[in-house]
């Protein structure tokens, strides 16, 4: 079975990790390096939740893997993390170890956001009334 989808709880299973990828709207580019991954960990098959990631459940029932858009987490130590993706960029986080994916925005996470901020305007004030100028560049009070 390629997909079982459980409407009731919100998720959905997988055998193969570029389905699970597909279905999570996951760049490909950081499909080859958890393949790499799941490979050398040994994967049973994927199942979805309501977040933005999936589990990938082991074969040999150790404890489920999360996949998220920019990085695979879950390792109990650095050494686990290094055998499974090898000498890639990883950090602890928690009691866990995760691999940052090669296409992430794990950056911005980490100085609290989730993204980057949009740009801010310098306030341009009118040089007859001293009030801020709208974007126009018109003053919406004496139309200077």
């Known amino acids: 079975m390629s997909e079982d989808v459980d409407d009731a709880a919100g998720s959905a299973r997988w055998e193969i990790l ?3 990828f597909q279905a999570n709207q996951f760049p490909s580019e950081n499909l080859p390096l958890v393949q790499r991954i799941m490979d050398r960990v040994g994967i ?3 199942e979805g939740t309501r977040s933005r990631y999936f589990k990938a459940i082991r074969h040999d029932g150790a404890r489920h893997l999360t ?3 920019g990085y695979t987490s879950g390792f109990e130590t650095e050494e686990a ?3 499974a993706a090898g000498d890639v960029d990883r950090e602890s986080h928690g009691s ?3 691999v940052n994916h090669p296409l992430n925005d794990v ?3 980490h100085r609290g956001g989730y993204g980057t901020a949009p740009p801010q305007r310098a306030v341009v004030v009118c040089p007859t009334c001293f009030t801020e100028l709208p974007t126009s560049g018109v003053c919406d009070v004496c139309a200077t």
Do not use: F
């Open 18 to 20: 570029g389905q699970a």
């Open 44 to 46: 049973d098959h994927y």
């Open 67 to 69: 996949v998220h858009y």
């Open 81 to 83: 993390a290094v055998l």
């Open 96 to 98: 866990r170890w995760r």
């Open 107 to 109: 950056g911005e996470h």
